[in-house]
């Protein structure tokens, strides 16, 4: 089985739509999917995710009720088997504990990334 690693650490709302389009195609293609979660990458993580709409999306707001939230995109890829990991340094550096995260979700450090990045057959970053 084919594998891909993901580093998630964008903060804005296209970053993690660019995470979950990618992690869900993949995990379609039934490739196994590794997502690291650091930074404002942690929020896609969140039990109700909060993005504030940015300029470059703000000409196809009305579009965006029309495609998948972040919310739902995360539950899809889930259902899939994607793993994600939530860094366990920015986590104790931003004050989020594994209870802001929804459930199934595993905290960890970079090390741990790495190992999996390692044997992956690509390693993406947004």
Not at 50 to 76: A, G, H, N
């Amino acid at each position: 089985m084919q594998k891909v690693a993901i580093i998630a650490s964008g903060e804005n709302i296209d970053s993690a739509y660019k995470v979950l389009n990618i992690a869900n195609a993949a995990a379609t293609m039934d490739v196994q999917v590794i997502v690291f979660c650091t930074f404002g990458g942690l929020q896609m993580l969140f039990k109700d995710p909060q993005y504030p709409m940015i300029p470059l999306l703000e000409p196809f707001q009305d579009r965006l009720k029309d495609i998948p939230t972040v919310k739902e995109l995360r539950e899809s890829a889930m259902e899939m088997g994607v793993t994600f990991i939530a860094c366990q340094m920015t986590m104790d550096l931003m004050g989020i504990s594994a209870d802001d995260l929804v459930d199934g979700i595993t905290t960890a450090g970079a090390t741990a990334f790495m190992e999996e990045a390692l044997d992956a057959d690509s390693t993406i970053t947004f």
